[in-house]
C-alpha cells in the first residue's frame, strides 16, 4: 500500500494538534482532520498548571497564549466550610513559572491549530474520520467525510487524538486497562462580576457538592459544580435550576455572586467515566483523552493532553526517522506516559469519590494540617506533596503494548 502521509492525525486539539505540530517543525508530512471549524468551543472547562505553561513556552506558543487575557493564577485556595477548615497555597515557581492559567477553549485550541499549520501541517477543518482502511491486519487510512465528498487518506500510521468518546479507540478495540464508571458529573458556567480575587483558583467541598471557581478571560469567571451520579437523573431535567441553586446553598458562593450576572448556559458532562488504555497497535496510536481520560475535577485533562502529545511526537519521530525500532519508541511513550497518567487518574478518581460526602478523615487531618503550615500548603497545591490515602483501593501494574508496529 503506498503511504502518502507519514501520519495521519484524527482530532486537533490539545493532544492532536501539538502532535502534528512536533512532528511537522521535525519535517514529516502531517494531515490532520477535524469535524470542527476553528475557532471553536468544546465541552470543557480550562485551567492548566506550570508544567503546562513550561511546555508551551518551550514550543514558543506562550506570546500568543498570554495575549488571551486570561489572569496569571498564582495561588489556590481549599475550603470545606462543613468541615471548617481552608487553606491557601502559592504556586512554587518551576524553572521561572509561577501561575497557571485558564484560557477558554475557544481561543487555546484555535492558537494551537494555527501553530500546526504554521510548523507545516496540513488542518483539514469540517472533517470527520468515518471509518479505518485495514491492509494485512494494520490500519493503513481513514475513510473521510466533508460537506461535499467522503475520500479515503492513506498514511503510515493514524493517530487518534478524538477525545473521550474516540471512535478510533472503539474500531481498533484498544484494550482499558484501569478504568471506573461515570462518577460526579460535572456542570459549569461563566459569570461576570463575581467578587473575589482574580489571581486564584478556588476549591470548595462541602458534604453535597464540590465546586471549583476559575477567573478567566474577559474579566469573566468559570464556575464548576460537580456532584454524586445518583442525582444526576433528577439534575438534569432542571440543571439551570439546580445549579443556580447548589451556588446559593453555599453561604460564601451565595454572598460573592449575588451581583454577579451568568454569561451564556449552563453545560454538564455527565458520562465521566475514568479509563487508560493500550495506546499502541498495528498502524495506529492514540493520545490525550482518546488514551486517558482522568476525571475532570482535578483539572488536568489539558497538560496531560499536551505531555502525551510530546512524547508521542518524539517517540515517532525517531521511529519514522529510522532512530531507533517502532516497537521500542512506541513502549517508551507508553511507560513514559503511564508514570504521570497513572498517579493522575488514581487522584483524580479519588476526588470525585468524594464528591457529596463528608471529608475522608485522613484528608481532614492533612487539610487541618496545612491551615497552619503555609510553606507545607505551598507545597501541596504545587504538588509536591503526596496526596492523602482515604481508603481506596489502588489498582494493578499496567502491561506494555505489545503489538506496536508501524
Ligand atoms: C466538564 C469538563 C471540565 C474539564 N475541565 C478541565 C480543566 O479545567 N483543565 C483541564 O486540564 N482539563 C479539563 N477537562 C479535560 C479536557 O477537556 C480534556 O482532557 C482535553 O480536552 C483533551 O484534549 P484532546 O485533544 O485529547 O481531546 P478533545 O479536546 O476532546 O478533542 C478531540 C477532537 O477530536 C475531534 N473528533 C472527534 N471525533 C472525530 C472524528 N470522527 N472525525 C474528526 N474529528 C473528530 C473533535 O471534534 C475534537 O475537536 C475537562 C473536561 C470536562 C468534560
Redesign the pocket.
Known amino acids: 500500500m503506498a503511504a502518502i502521509w507519514d501520519a495521519i492525525i484524527?482530532?486537533?486539539?490539545?493532544?492532536?494538534?501539538?502532535t502534528a505540530l512536533c512532528l511537522a517543525r521535525r519535517g514529516h508530512r502531517v494531515l490532520v482532520?477535524?469535524?470542527?471549524h476553528?475557532p471553536?468551543d468544546?465541552?470543557?472547562?480550562?485551567?492548566?498548571?506550570r508544567e503546562?505553561v513550561l511546555r508551551l513556552a518551550d514550543l514558543d506558543l506562550l506570546d500568543p497564549v498570554l495575549a488571551t487575557g486570561a489572569p496569571p493564577l498564582t495561588r489556590m485556595r481549599v475550603a470545606a466550610p462543613d468541615a471548617g477548615v481552608e487553606f491557601t497555597g502559592r504556586f512554587r515557581p518551576l524553572l521561572g513559572f509561577a501561575a497557571g492559567y485558564?484560557v477558554r477553549?475557544i481561543l487555546l485550541?484555535d492558537i494551537l491549530v494555527r501553530a500546526a499549520r504554521a510548523a507545516g501541517a496540513e488542518v483539514r477543518e469540517g472533517?470527520?474520520?468515518?471509518g479505518l482502511i485495514w491492509h494485512e491486519g494494520q490500519v493503513g487510512g481513514v475513510v473521510?467525510q466533508d460537506h461535499r465528498r467522503r475520500y479515503t487518506e492513506l498514511g503510515q500510521v493514524v493517530v487518534?487524538?478524538?477525545?473521550?468518546?474516540?471512535?478510533?479507540a472503539r474500531w481498533v478495540r484498544a484494550p482499558a486497562y484501569l478504568s471506573a464508571p461515570a462518577t460526579a458529573p460535572?456542570?459549569?458556567a461563566y459569570y461576570r462580576g463575581l467578587a473575589g480575587p482574580r489571581d486564584v483558583v478556588e476549591q470548595f467541598h462541602t458534604d453535597r457538592r464540590d465546586y471549583?471557581l476559575?477567573p478567566t478571560n474577559d474579566d469573566l469567571t468559570?464556575v464548576?459544580v460537580a456532584l454524586p451520579q445518583s442525582e444526576v437523573g433528577t439534575y438534569r431535567m432542571q440543571h439551570e435550576r439546580h445549579f443556580e441553586a447548589d451556588l446559593r446553598a453555599v453561604r460564601e458562593l451565595a454572598d460573592r455572586c449575588a451581583d454577579a450576572e451568568r454569561v451564556g448556559p449552563v453545560?454538564?458532562?455527565t458520562d465521566?467515566e475514568s479509563y487508560l488504555r493500550v495506546p499502541a497497535g498495528p498502524g495506529w496510536l492514540l493520545?490525550?483523552?482518546?488514551?486517558v481520560?482522568?476525571h475532570?475535577?482535578?483539572?488536568?485533562?489539558?497538560?496531560?493532553?499536551v505531555r502525551?502529545?510530546l512524547l508521542l511526537a518524539e517517540a515517532l519521530a525517531t521511529a519514522l526517522e529510522g532512530l531507533r525500532p517502532p516497537q521500542e519508541a512506541l513502549a517508551e511513550y507508553h511507560h513514559l506516559r503511564d508514570l504521570e497518567s497513572r498517579p493522575a487518574y488514581e487522584e483524580a478518581l479519588r476526588a470525585a469519590e468524594r464528591t457529596g460526602r463528608p471529608l475522608p478523615p485522613p484528608v481532614l487531618r492533612l487539610w487541618s494540617a496545612l491551615a497552619a503550615q503555609p510553606e507545607a500548603a505551598d507545597r501541596y497545591v504545587s504538588g509536591e506533596l503526596a496526596q492523602p490515602v482515604d481508603g481506596r483501593k489502588a489498582t494493578d501494574e499496567a502491561p506494555t503494548p505489545d503489538r506496536a508496529t508501524l
Do not use: Q
Request: overall charge positive; some cysteine.
Open positions: 484524527v482530532g486537533a486539539r490539545c493532544a492532536g494538534a501539538v482532520l477535524d469535524r470542527a476553528f471553536s468544546t465541552l470543557s472547562t480550562h485551567f492548566f498548571g503546562t485558564c477553549r485550541d472533517v470527520t474520520v468515518t473521510a487518534g487524538a478524538d477525545g473521550r468518546h474516540s471512535w478510533m460535572c456542570y459549569y471549583v476559575f468559570c464548576l453545560r454538564g458532562a465521566l493520545v490525550g483523552d482518546a488514551a481520560h482522568v475532570p475535577l482535578t483539572a488536568r485533562g489539558i497538560g496531560l493532553a502525551d502529545a
